[in-house]
């Protein structure tokens, strides 16, 4: 079966990790196999990302320094996260429209 490639992109995320900006919300068992945070402001900033699933919230990088011009890539060498049906990825910064944020993931994994 052939897979089900997506991707998520969301520009200028929030900066409160009281009110983070919703990236993906998983429908079926899917599979994050790129998270990328890009620094688009003039100084560094921070970037944090968390799933939510099952009323938890989990960091997947926290206040993680990105220079001026620069990329964080969270996922890579082959790895990836498994997100399931109702699970929710979301992203934050700590300055307001500074970081982009472009996730790649793969929909429905199982049959």
């Known amino acids: 079966m052939a897979q089900d ?12 990790s009281g009110s ?27 970037g944090s990302v968390v799933i939510t699933s099952g009323g938890t919230t989990f960091n997947v990088i926290k206040d993680a320094p990105i220079p001026v011009g620069g990329s ?5 060498s082959g790895s990836k996260i498994v ?12 300055t307001a429209s500074a970081v982009d944020c472009l996730v790649s993931f793969v929909d429905s994994i199982s049959t």
């Not at 964080?72 to 890579?76: A, F, K, P, S, V």
């Not at 997100?83 to 700590?94: E, P, T």
């Open 5 to 16: 490639f997506e991707k998520s992109f969301a520009s200028s995320i929030s900066n409160s």
């Open 20 to 46: 983070p900006t919703t990236i993906v919300t998983s429908n079926s068992d899917d599979a994050l196999i790129s998270i990328r945070l890009v620094n688009k402001h003039t100084a560094e900033v921070t």
């Open 72 to 76: 964080l890539e969270l996922i890579d």
């Open 83 to 94: 997100i399931q049906n109702g699970d929710v990825v979301k992203a934050y910064a700590n």
